[in-house]
């Protein structure tokens, strides 16, 4: 274990991804490494899919409630909504596992001691130029 200026460096890091069996992965470290910046990296990509599942989602929900008000066919058929539901399901995993991953990094170093810092320097006067 490191320690940098009296603190514990290394912290464990739930990753964006399992290993086998769907059991978690972690990485121990500063979150400087390899290892880290590709969980990041991982974690940007997940988080814009469920933004973009979003978006698809509202689309196709939108149209189908336009289409029902027009007393026309949905244009939503119910094979469509439920490979939707599992993407959404899929992406709604991995969302709440980096929150997960971040929610403990955060409760990690809000933990931490904050390093001590040196007394500010109190002015001097000059008593030789002091009336």
Not at 76 to 95: I, K, N
Request: charged share 25%; proline share 8%.
């Amino acid at each position: 274990m490191r320690f940098v200026g009296g603190r514990d460096a290394s912290t464990m890091r739930l990753l964006p991804w399992t290993g086998t069996g769907g059991k978690p992965c972690y990485v121990v470290g500063d979150g400087t490494g390899y290892v880290s910046r590709k969980a990041d990296e991982v974690e940007d990509i997940q988080l814009d899919m469920a933004d973009e599942l979003l978006g698809h989602a509202a689309d196709l929900l939108a149209e189908a409630e336009a289409e029902a008000e027009a007393e026309a066919e949905a244009p939503a058929t119910a094979p469509q909504l439920h490979f939707l539901a599992g993407r959404l399901r899929e992406s709604l995993e991995q969302v709440r596992r980096i929150a997960e991953s971040r929610g403990s990094r955060l409760e990690a170093a809000l933990a931490q001691p904050a390093p001590s810092q040196p007394p500010l320097a109190q002015p001097q006067s000059n008593s030789e130029t002091s009336p």
